[in-house]
């Protein structure tokens, strides 16, 4: 199955913007979603298709894709998002697979 | 408001079979075109897609757990179910059951909605 990389951390000072990469093979046919996972609790979807929020997430977040990359950025970060993100997809085999997480961390 | 819950045994010994129920409230299985998938997230790990189980019955699970995972569907309870057989210490998790939703025309697949999670420790 196709692997998706992310970067494994990054660090951003509050209330500036921060972009958080996946990159993959798969990512050239097929949308990412993105997920956001506080210590202790289940993953919340953020980002899904081609940039489009579930009710409720903020409009700070925001989706764009380019070729084999694809990238989550979160315009003037709150401490609230300080947390684990994933990316995930599916490839051409028909296996949705999850990024390897990416650890934000608000200074 | 859809609501999920997994259950299950928390300790499982090597060897046997890991099983799990995912409890699905406010919306019937049986009159949805939704498909429920299963991931997992060792201790202090990333998480790890499963098994999806398609509202017209289909399954697909991922390589490395094919020849192990068994996911269905039971709408007289209005839940899913996932057996994981001959499990090892690899097997220990938090196991989450989530509302697949595949947008096949969009080419978007995503995970709208997640159960709390189960923790499952394999040990003898």
């Known amino acids: 199955s196709s692997e998706l990389t992310q970067d494994p951390a990054v660090s951003v000072a509050l209330g500036q913007t921060v972009r958080i990469t996946c990159q993959g093979d798969?990512?050239?046919?097929?949308?990412a979603s993105w997920y956001q996972q506080k210590p202790g609790q289940a993953p919340i979807l953020v980002i899904y298709?081609?940039?489009n929020r579930p009710s409720g997430i903020p409009d700070r977040f925001s989706g764009s894709n380019s070729g084999n990359t694809t990238s989550l950025t979160i315009a003037g970060t709150q401490a609230e998002d300080e947390a684990d993100y994933y990316c995930?997809?599916?490839?051409?085999?028909?296996?949705?697979?999850f990024g390897s997480g990416t650890k934000v961390t608000v200074l | 408001q859809l609501q999920l819950q997994e259950s299950g045994p928390g300790l499982v010994k090597p060897s046997e079979t890991l099983s799990l129920t995912c409890a699905v409230s406010?919306?019937?299985?049986?009159?949805?075109?939704?498909?429920w998938g299963w991931i997992r997230q060792p201790p202090g790990k990333g998480l790890e897609w499963i098994g999806t189980?398609?509202?017209?019955?289909?399954?697909y699970y991922t390589p490395s757990l094919k020849s192990r995972v068994t996911t269905s569907v039971d709408t007289s309870k209005n839940q899913v179910s996932l057996k994981v057989r001959s499990v090892t210490a690899a097997d220990t998790a938090v196991y989450y059951c989530?509302?697949?939703?595949?947008?096949?025309?969009?080419?978007?697949?995503?995970?709208?909605?997640w159960g709390q999670g189960t923790l499952v420790t394999v040990s003898s």
């Open positions: 995930n997809s599916r490839d051409s085999s028909g296996n949705h697979v």
């Open positions: 189980i398609y509202y017209s019955g289909g399954t």
């Open positions: 989530a509302r697949h939703v595949w947008d096949v025309l969009g080419f978007s697949y995503y995970f709208d909605l």
């Open positions: 406010g919306d019937s299985i049986s009159s949805s075109t939704s498909s």
């Open positions: 798969s990512l050239r046919v097929y949308y």
């Open positions: 298709g081609k940039n």
